[in-house]
């Protein structure tokens, strides 16, 4: 079932490319974190996709690592991917254009959390990394914009007797890791970020949402313009719930990272059940206690 409206996206992407290095601090704060985890690893990755590139900013960090020689950019929206550094090839996410074991590294930034399969997406990245072949990604988690839907909710319960979707479905830390493994991943890691950032105003917040090209994509979202009542009322909880200091707003954050590699012989492999050579006893120092039969 399809949730997004792929096309609305890519429209509200286009849009946003014109002043993208003003709302990017998202993407950047993101993109820095998986160079940084990728730093880490000790081995080469000749060959890395950066999926769903947007302007290419975590293609520019990987492009300056010594251990990668190729960073492809695949981005949809053709203005964001002629923003972006080196190689370039447009597709979209839920149609890899990689063939099966032909990158040794692929990353996403802030993208996968908008496509209608992501358990498809992940599996199609898995097929394409060689074996050994590592995938690091975030998406944006389920405390994102806690506030703000919130609040929209409550103005419109209010002002209008109901509530329209507004806020796209998001993933739990616990989910992203049984994802992972359903795409046939191994060593499946998923982790989760949570910061606070501070606006003006509610509207501010909204601003900066439609400058990174994310505001409502959902199929289901109302098709009438938002009321302005609503929309001010909105405005006025916001600010009575959660101002910050200074008189700002906070808005609430959640990046959850995923790690996942393809598989390979040469991985660590849990040991079979029963075969253990030393007992946990001893290993604690503690007597061994047995449990009376019931």
Request: proline share 5%; aromatic share 6%; glycine share 6%.
């Amino acid at each position: 079932m399809d949730i997004f409206d792929r096309k609305l996206l890519n429209r509200q992407r286009a849009r946003a490319a014109k002043n993208v290095y003003k709302h990017d601090f998202l993407l950047r704060r993101t993109a820095e974190d998986i160079a940084s985890r990728l730093d880490a690893i000790n081995r080469s990755f000749p060959i890395a996709a950066n999926i769903g590139a947007h302007h290419g900013v975590l293609s520019g960090l990987l492009a300056e690592k010594p251990f990668i020689e190729a960073v492809i950019s695949m981005e949809r929206c053709a203005p964001l991917l002629r923003l972006a550094p080196g190689l370039r090839v447009a597709a979209d996410e839920e149609a890899f254009p990689f063939a099966a074991e032909s990158l040794d590294l692929a990353v996403s930034a802030l993208s996968l959390q908008f496509v209608n399969d992501l358990p498809g997406a992940l599996v199609q990245i898995r097929r394409a990394l060689k074996p050994d072949g590592l995938f690091l990604g975030a998406l944006v988690g389920g405390e994102s914009l806690r506030e703000l839907r919130q609040c929209f909710a409550d103005a419109e319960l209010e002002m209008e007797g109901g509530v329209s979707p507004r806020a796209a479905p998001m993933a739990d830390v616990r989910d992203c890791g049984a994802l992972l493994q359903r795409a046939g991943f191994t060593l499946p890691v998923a982790d989760s970020d949570r910061f606070t950032v501070t606006y003006p105003d509610a509207f501010a917040l909204m601003r900066d949402l439609r400058g990174m090209g994310a505001t409502n994509v959902m199929l289901a979202r109302r098709r009438t313009p938002l009321r302005r009542a609503t929309l001010f009322r909105m405005a006025q909880l916001y600010h009575e719930r959660f101002t910050a200091s200074g008189g700002r707003v906070a808005a609430t954050f959640e990046i959850i990272a995923l790690t996942g590699w393809a598989s390979h012989e040469s991985q660590q492999k849990p040991l079979q059940p029963g075969s253990a050579k030393t007992r946990l006893a001893d290993a604690l120092g503690v007597p061994e206690q047995h449990l009376k039969a019931t």
